[in-house]
């Protein structure tokens, strides 16, 4: 868990919570999007460029998702989806690839 986190998205999956987190991987694996488990820890981290908030001449850019699990029932998961901020980050370099939270977050849901 980070620091500092900018909330992204919340929704319910009608599935277990392994069921979600498999889910979840498989679509981020199709998006091309690097990701990494920690154990059996209901957390999974996407390592991606992304544009976390817009302040009109000042954006904040994030370098990775914490995507977390919460089991609500025996068929429902909840899925949380946070950002972190990378304060020192002025913009994107010259090869790097932007991931659009949006038709991210459509994709998943």
Not at 15 to 23: E, G, I, N, T, W
Request: proline fraction near 4%; glycine fraction near 6%.
């Amino acid at each position: 868990m980070a620091w500092l986190i900018q909330p992204v998205a919340a929704f319910t999956y009608a599935l277990d919570r392994h069921s979600a987190q498999a889910r979840v991987l498989s679509t981020l694996a199709e998006a091309g999007i690097a990701t990494e488990q920690r154990g059996s820890a209901p957390e999974i981290i996407a390592r991606c460029l992304s544009l976390c908030m817009n302040l009109g001449l000042w954006r904040c850019w994030s370098e990775r998702l914490e995507i977390s699990f919460h089991q609500i029932s025996p068929t429902e998961t909840g899925v949380t989806i946070n950002a972190v901020p990378s304060l020192l980050r002025t913009g994107v370099r010259k090869g790097e690839q932007v991931t659009d939270l949006g038709a991210l977050v459509s994709s998943l849901h």
